[in-house]
């Protein structure tokens, strides 16, 4: 039986397994790792082959059975290349290309049917969806039977079970457990690198699912807590989490440790690097989460853990949002409105991941809330609906734009506040309001949306996210393997 200190997860994003080079690399990672411990391997599909897909499925539905072929043309082209460069063997090639057109013609087939009933149900979508992850996880397997590494593909319908909700499907962990200890743990003993399928999982009758956009770092972890995982490593094209958005912030750099209530936090913010999802399975088990990038092995990127870095600044990142709006209920009755807030935040929390509750840090007689500029209408109806006061007044505020500052119990350090006031204060920036959520580890600050850079430039600033930290004092890596 496998032991959980021998036992490391890792997924490879679409990057990661974006061509024969990074196919290639990804196999020598795990090899290398597998040198020291049994490894399962959790891989998305190619660069942008879902999102292809997707759109097939959708222009499928219209009737367009031109988009089939297409597809095949596409697949055909990308895939195949890949597997001339990485397989070198006739009698592997082979079977995989066999594999291979197989899964082509499945996904040609599907879109298909698609076109004839003029209608693509969930159920459908999943199934096309899943194609990419097929794909990719054979290539990846070739790839280390090519370096003499006993690889072995395992659909993840075989391992993860899951509700019946299509496209966004929760697993059911015992059932989970259950059947991915029964698959994989002989296939560990044995010697093998079991390579799954990552965003996918099927039902308790074996209908196939789909966790969601972003899902194979949830596959990972789902996969590390039942199978009691001493790490998850999430391989990607970043060197992890980092203070901000770089594209944003010039000096923004890797955040080394973080604590898994900062990482969900950044996550539920939008950081890209980390699915909302992500950390949910462990967060019970405190199974270590690293995020590392494939492309520069060596270094160590971001380790997260359940207590984080004390040694560092309570401020461990600051996230830009654009695109949203602020939606204020007003009241003399605020209690009234603070007691409900918990069954409206319920409401409109599911018509975007990016809601965000605010409760303001100030004496006024309201109730905030941020949300995407695409739902503010229909949250607006949730709330009118839910709240049902007479007196209440909802208003949306459209030009906006919010900085939020992540870090382990930000919310309830008074200093924090007062330096994000002053800091805006001395920079001349208009603050129209500042609140957190329902997190500890978050506050927010709204300001008009043409001053959106210029906040999130002073607050990195103001809590010198951009010095460089230590390294990490604990670091598991694949690096002192290669």
Same mark, same amino acid.
């Given at each position: 039986m496998i032991k959980r200190e021998k036992l490391r997860v890792m997924k490879f994003g679409g990057t990661s397994v974006g061509d024969a080079e990074c196919i290639r690399r990804t196999a020598e990672i795990i090899a290398c790792a597998a040198m020291q411990r049994s490894v399962v391997t959790v891989v998305s599909a190619m660069c942008g082959v879902t999102d292809r897909l997707i759109q097939v499925a959708k222009r499928s539905a219209t009737g367009e059975t031109s988009a089939a072929t297409e597809l095949v043309a596409a697949l055909r082209q990308s895939h195949f290349a890949t597997l001339d460069s990485l397989i070198s063997d006739s009698r592997s090639y082979s079977r995989l290309a066999a594999e291979t057109e197989r899964l082509i013609n499945e996904a040609s087939r599907l879109c298909l049917e698609t076109a004839r009933a003029r209608k693509l149900t969930p159920r459908m979508l999943d199934a096309i969806a899943s194609i990419g992850e097929r794909l990719s996880a054979r290539l990846v397997a070739g790839a280390l039977c090519a370096l003499k590494q006993p690889g072995v593909v395992v659909d993840a319908t075989e391992l993860i079970v899951t509700n019946e909700l299509h496209a966004a499907a929760e697993p059911l962990m015992e059932h989970t457990r259950e059947r991915a200890r029964a698959r994989l743990l002989p296939l560990l003993n044995d010697g093998a690198l079991p390579v799954v399928t990552g965003f996918i999982g099927a039902t308790t009758g074996s209908v196939l699912t789909t966790l969601g956009r972003g899902g194979s770092d949830y596959s990972a972890t789902i996969l590390g807590a039942v199978l009691d995982a001493e790490e998850i490593i999430l391989w990607t094209d970043v060197d992890g989490i980092l203070t901000a958005d770089p594209r944003l912030i010039s000096e923004a750099r890797t955040q080394p440790r973080l604590s898994y209530g900062e990482a969900h936090?950044?996550?539920?913010?939008?950081?890209?690097?980390?699915?909302?999802?992500?950390l949910r399975p462990v967060m019970e088990v405190g199974i270590p989460v690293h995020i590392r990038n494939s492309f520069a092995a060596e270094s160590p990127g971001t380790i997260i853990t359940p207590g984080g870095d004390a040694r560092e600044s309570r401020v461990k990142a600051v996230v830009a949002l654009s695109e949203v709006c602020l939606i204020a209920v007003s009241g003399e009755r605020i209690n009234d409105l603070q007691d409900k807030m918990g069954k409206s935040a319920g409401l409109i929390s599911g018509l975007r991941a990016s809601f965000q509750p605010l409760v303001k840090l100030s004496t006024d007689c309201e109730v905030c809330f941020i949300t995407n500029k695409t739902s503010a209408r229909r949250a607006v109806k949730s709330l009118r609906h839910a709240l049902a006061l007479q007196m209440e007044r909802i208003t949306i505020n459209w030009n906006i734009g919010v900085v939020a500052v992540i870090g382990d119990g930000v919310?309830?350090?008074?200093?924090?506040?007062?330096?994000?006031?002053?800091?805006? %204060?001395?920079?001349? *920036?208009?603050? *129209?309001?500042?609140? !957190?959520?329902?997190?500890?580890?978050?506050?927010?600050?709204?300001?008009?949306? %043409? %001053?959106?850079?210029?906040?999130?430039?002073?607050?990195?600033?103001?809590?010198?996210?951009?010095? !460089?930290?230590?390294a990490p004092h604990v670091q598991l890596t694949v690096a002192a393997e290669l």
């Amino acid at each position: 039986m496998i032991k959980r200190e021998k036992l490391r997860v890792m997924k490879f994003g679409g990057t990661s397994v974006g061509d024969a080079e990074c196919i290639r690399r990804t196999a020598e990672i795990i090899a290398c790792a597998a040198m020291q411990r049994s490894v399962v391997t959790v891989v998305s599909a190619m660069c942008g082959v879902t999102d292809r897909l997707i759109q097939v499925a959708k222009r499928s539905a219209t009737g367009e059975t031109s988009a089939a072929t297409e597809l095949v043309a596409a697949l055909r082209q990308s895939h195949f290349a890949t597997l001339d460069s990485l397989i070198s063997d006739s009698r592997s090639y082979s079977r995989l290309a066999a594999e291979t057109e197989r899964l082509i013609n499945e996904a040609s087939r599907l879109c298909l049917e698609t076109a004839r009933a003029r209608k693509l149900t969930p159920r459908m979508l999943d199934a096309i969806a899943s194609i990419g992850e097929r794909l990719s996880a054979r290539l990846v397997a070739g790839a280390l039977c090519a370096l003499k590494q006993p690889g072995v593909v395992v659909d993840a319908t075989e391992l993860i079970v899951t509700n019946e909700l299509h496209a966004a499907a929760e697993p059911l962990m015992e059932h989970t457990r259950e059947r991915a200890r029964a698959r994989l743990l002989p296939l560990l003993n044995d010697g093998a690198l079991p390579v799954v399928t990552g965003f996918i999982g099927a039902t308790t009758g074996s209908v196939l699912t789909t966790l969601g956009r972003g899902g194979s770092d949830y596959s990972a972890t789902i996969l590390g807590a039942v199978l009691d995982a001493e790490e998850i490593i999430l391989w990607t094209d970043v060197d992890g989490i980092l203070t901000a958005d770089p594209r944003l912030i010039s000096e923004a750099r890797t955040q080394p440790r973080l604590s898994y209530g900062e990482a969900h936090d950044l996550a539920s913010f939008g950081a890209k690097s980390l699915h909302p999802k992500t950390l949910r399975p462990v967060m019970e088990v405190g199974i270590p989460v690293h995020i590392r990038n494939s492309f520069a092995a060596e270094s160590p990127g971001t380790i997260i853990t359940p207590g984080g870095d004390a040694r560092e600044s309570r401020v461990k990142a600051v996230v830009a949002l654009s695109e949203v709006c602020l939606i204020a209920v007003s009241g003399e009755r605020i209690n009234d409105l603070q007691d409900k807030m918990g069954k409206s935040a319920g409401l409109i929390s599911g018509l975007r991941a990016s809601f965000q509750p605010l409760v303001k840090l100030s004496t006024d007689c309201e109730v905030c809330f941020i949300t995407n500029k695409t739902s503010a209408r229909r949250a607006v109806k949730s709330l009118r609906h839910a709240l049902a006061l007479q007196m209440e007044r909802i208003t949306i505020n459209w030009n906006i734009g919010v900085v939020a500052v992540i870090g382990d119990g930000v919310r309830d350090a008074p200093e924090i506040a007062a330096r994000l006031r002053l800091v805006l %204060e001395s920079e001349g *920036i208009k603050l *129209i309001t500042i609140g !957190h959520g329902a997190s500890k580890n978050n506050i927010s600050v709204v300001v008009e949306a %043409e %001053e959106l850079r210029r906040t999130l430039v002073a607050l990195h600033r103001e809590f010198k996210l951009g010095q !460089h930290a230590p390294a990490p004092h604990v670091q598991l890596t694949v690096a002192a393997e290669l």
